[in-house]
């Protein structure tokens, strides 16, 4: 079994370097921006609460957001192995996640960073926003606050995961297939 974080700020490509890598790998795909989306759409009591924070471009609280996806986790007792998408974003989610793997008798395999120039990613983000209708990609503000939190709040992970010698990056800059070709390089060696 194994368990892949994919890691990369806003518009990296995660969500579609994912749908390749999901398919090759055989592995369960969980993204929590997809999820919190999903709950939005149906307008649960879930998406109430997170859109609160999604639509400044901050980060769902950590109680939340872990709680939803362990038991996203526990809706694939079969699965062969998860990628994680989106999660985690803080260090008390990273801890929470290999706590919750342990007690299954499972662990992070290792994380891949999708690295790429933040003047390139807003300008993508804008982009997407014309078409996407998530009103986070559709603000240049918003999009920074996103940077921000990432800058803050996620980018200190990649140092836990490289304490565990379990990170790896690859360059996110080039078509989608050159980027999936690097993805598959070190997928293919764990
Ligand atoms: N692990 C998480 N912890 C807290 N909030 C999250 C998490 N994952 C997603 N979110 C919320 O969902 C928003 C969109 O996430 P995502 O779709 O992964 O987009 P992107 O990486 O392009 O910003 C985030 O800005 C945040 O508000």
């Known amino acids: 079994m194994i368990n892949i974080v994919l890691f990369g700020k806003p518009g990296a490509g995660k969500g579609t370097q994912a749908e390749f ?3 090759k790998y055989n592995l369960t795909h969980l993204s929590t921006g997809d999820i919190f989306r999903f709950n939005i759409k149906n307008d649960t009591d ?12 901050d980060l769902v609280p950590d109680e939340v957001t872990i709680q939803m ?23 008390a989610q990273a801890e929470a996640l290999d706590k919750f793997l342990e007690s299954k008798d499972q662990n992070i395999t290792a994380t891949v960073a999708l690295e790429a120039d933040d003047n390139i990613l807003v300008a993508r983000l804008l982009e997407r926003g014309k078409t996407s209708g998530r009103p986070d990609d559709q603000d240049e503000e918003k ?35 050159e980027v999936n070709e690097r993805l598959n390089q070190i997928f293919d060696k764990l």
């Open 46 to 57: 879930l998406g109430k609460l997170a859109k609160t924070y999604m639509d400044k471009g």
């Open 143 to 177: 999009i920074r606050n996103r940077y921000d939190e990432y800058n803050q709040k996620t980018a200190p992970l990649m140092d836990y995961y490289k304490a565990q010698g379990k990170f790896h990056s690859v360059n996110g800059i080039g078509t989608i297939l």
């Open 69 to 91: 996806l362990q038991s996203e986790v526990d809706k694939n007792p079969h699965s062969a192995g998860f990628l994680f998408d989106g999660f985690p974003r803080t260090l």
């Open 21 to 23: 890598l999901k398919e």
